[in-house]
């Protein structure tokens, strides 16, 4: 079992619809939860950072971490073409080895 | 407003040659790491330093070496690339190890 789950997709939406992004994970040990977004032929840019349970809203994009569930999701509202690209979830125990990543979610926002 | 810059962007290689992958960081950070990424695998932690003077290997190393020149660069070497080594490659760095990594665009590497 991987460490991080994380459906691949793809996910396909009409714009403007709202989109959930979702991630489970098996180590209770991790606390930093994190967000990427990945363009095609461009490295995954920093989305949204939480530390620990709750939720954090950053414009169109609320990320939401369930460490009694081991879940964690992210919501994109009102959707836009701009917003097509793999989703990265990330999550870290802290210190300076390693951050475990999902394989991605590919998102497609239909005009 | 540079971040992390790797260069070169793309490379194509034979069997059993070297190449170095260069990174630079002009964020301050204190750690620099070295991911591959691969169809299916995610992102794969290949060796990191956690600061200048130090590096450490992560999940997939054999094969690679690396150098942190100095607080901004960290290179990456391939002494004898082989198929296996085709990949994207993407260097990050952090300033500490309770911040979130930043991302360059990474090197484009086929090994033939």
């Known amino acids: 079992q991987k460490e991080v789950e994380q459906d691949p997709g793809p996910l396909s939406v009409p714009e403007g619809a709202i989109v959930s992004l979702n991630c489970t994970y098996s180590n209770s040990a991790f606390q930093y939860f994190m967000w990427y977004r990945q363009y095609s032929r461009k490295g995954p840019e920093l989305l949204m950072y939480?530390?620990?349970?709750g939720n954090k809203e950053d414009g169109r994009f609320t990320a939401q971490v369930d460490k009694s569930s081991k879940y964690i999701s992210l919501f994109i509202r009102d959707s836009q073409p701009s917003d097509s690209a793999t989703y990265l979830c990330a999550m870290d125990s802290g210190g300076y080895q390693k951050v475990t990543f999902g394989t991605g979610t590919k998102l497609q926002v239909i005009p | 407003n540079a971040g992390v810059t790797q260069t070169p962007k793309f490379q194509v290689l034979k069997t059993g040659q070297s190449m170095t992958l260069q990174c630079a960081q002009d964020?301050?950070?204190?750690?620099m790491y070295w991911y591959r990424q691969d169809p299916g695998m995610g992102l794969r932690l290949i060796y990191y330093s956690a600061s200048e003077g130090t590096t450490d290997k992560g999940e997939v190393p054999n094969g690679y070496n690396v150098s942190r020149l100095n607080k901004r660069e960290f290179s990456l070497r391939l002494e004898s690339a082989a198929p296996s080594q085709t990949s994207v490659y993407f260097c990050?760095?952090?300033?500490?190890?309770?911040?979130?990594?930043?991302f360059g665009d990474g090197t484009r590497l086929s090994i033939l």
């Open positions: 964020m301050n950070h204190n750690s």
């Open positions: 990050a760095s952090r300033w500490d190890g309770n911040q979130p990594q930043h």
């Open positions: 939480t530390y620990s349970s």
